[in-house]
């Protein structure tokens, strides 16, 4: 396995950033729209902090914002070692690559769905949101990797 820190840190930082804005776009629509009266309705699966009214967003931005850098890095370290199997310019590169991170998204999604007893339609929501941020992340990851990476 290769480390290129450039494309790690980088690339990752990059896709974070715009699964970021893009999340901030989606949030707004699908979270505080149409899946707002199903999280209301399940108020016993969320944390306390966001069960407020309104939410405190800056008590679990911190975790979001750690998690989601550390997942970030993970991935454009993965992209960068299997980029290879796939086809095409780096942008279409990583957009395969956001698809396949979208449908293993939806999978475990599909998984938990098993273990918590929520309605359907988040999921689906959720899976429909994932698709959404990983396809713009990885197109960005994709575009990074292919001018600055390394071969």
Known sequence: MKLDWKVI????????IAQFVVSM???????????????TATQEFWRPELNQDPPDMAAVMPRWIATGLL??????GIYDNIRSAFNGSGIVK?????????????????AYSGVFNLPDAIW???ALDGLIIYLVGGIVLGWFTGKF???
């Open 9 to 16: 840190v980088g690339g990752g930082l990059l896709m974070y």
């Open 25 to 39: 776009i989606t949030g707004g629509l699908i979270h505080e729209g149409v899946l707002d009266p199903l999280y």
């Open 71 to 76: 997942g970030a890095f993970v991935q454009a």
């Open 94 to 110: 990583g957009l395969k690559f956001g698809l396949m991170l979208a449908v293993i998204y939806a999978l475990f999604g599909a």
């Open 124 to 126: 689906a929501w959720w």
């Open 149 to 151: 990476g390394s071969d």
